[in-house]
């Protein structure tokens, strides 16, 4: 069993900063990619920051340069790192890994629950 926990949502004026975060924990043998998704009201979830587990990393062109996604391997979690906040980025901000559970030959996709990020003054 394996669970996805995220943390750090909350309200934030324009212009702010907020830090999420999201431990993978449980029956882990090992940790692919890890990556942020955000899903807005009335829209599709997409993409926002992927990880490898070397640190490469890739993100969505609306948040270049403003967020920053990375890693602490040690402890199965990574970290979202948001400045310059708009209204725009207002949406539930989903955590996904790709994790080997341990006793199993084979990757499996998980999400976390959701948290709110709400950029509002």
């Known amino acids: 069993q394996v669970q996805v926990v995220e943390s750090g949502g909350g309200l934030v004026q324009p212009g702010g900063s907020l830090r999420l975060s999201c431990a993978a924990s449980?029956?882990?043998?090992?940790?692919?990619?890890m990556a942020w998704y955000r899903q807005a009201p009335g829209k599709e979830r997409e993409l926002v920051a992927r990880?490898?587990?070397?640190?490469?990393?890739n993100y969505a062109d609306s948040v270049k340069g403003r967020f920053t996604i990375s890693r602490d391997n040690a402890k199965n979690t990574t970290y979202l790192q948001m400045n310059s906040l708009t209204p725009g980025d207002t949406a539930v901000y989903y955590c996904y890994t790709i994790v080997r559970p341990t006793s199993r030959p084979y990757e499996y996709q998980y999400w976390g629950q959701g948290t709110q990020v709400t950029v509002s003054s």
């Open positions: 449980g029956r882990i043998f090992s940790i692919n990619d």
């Open positions: 990880i490898t587990s070397r640190g490469n990393t």
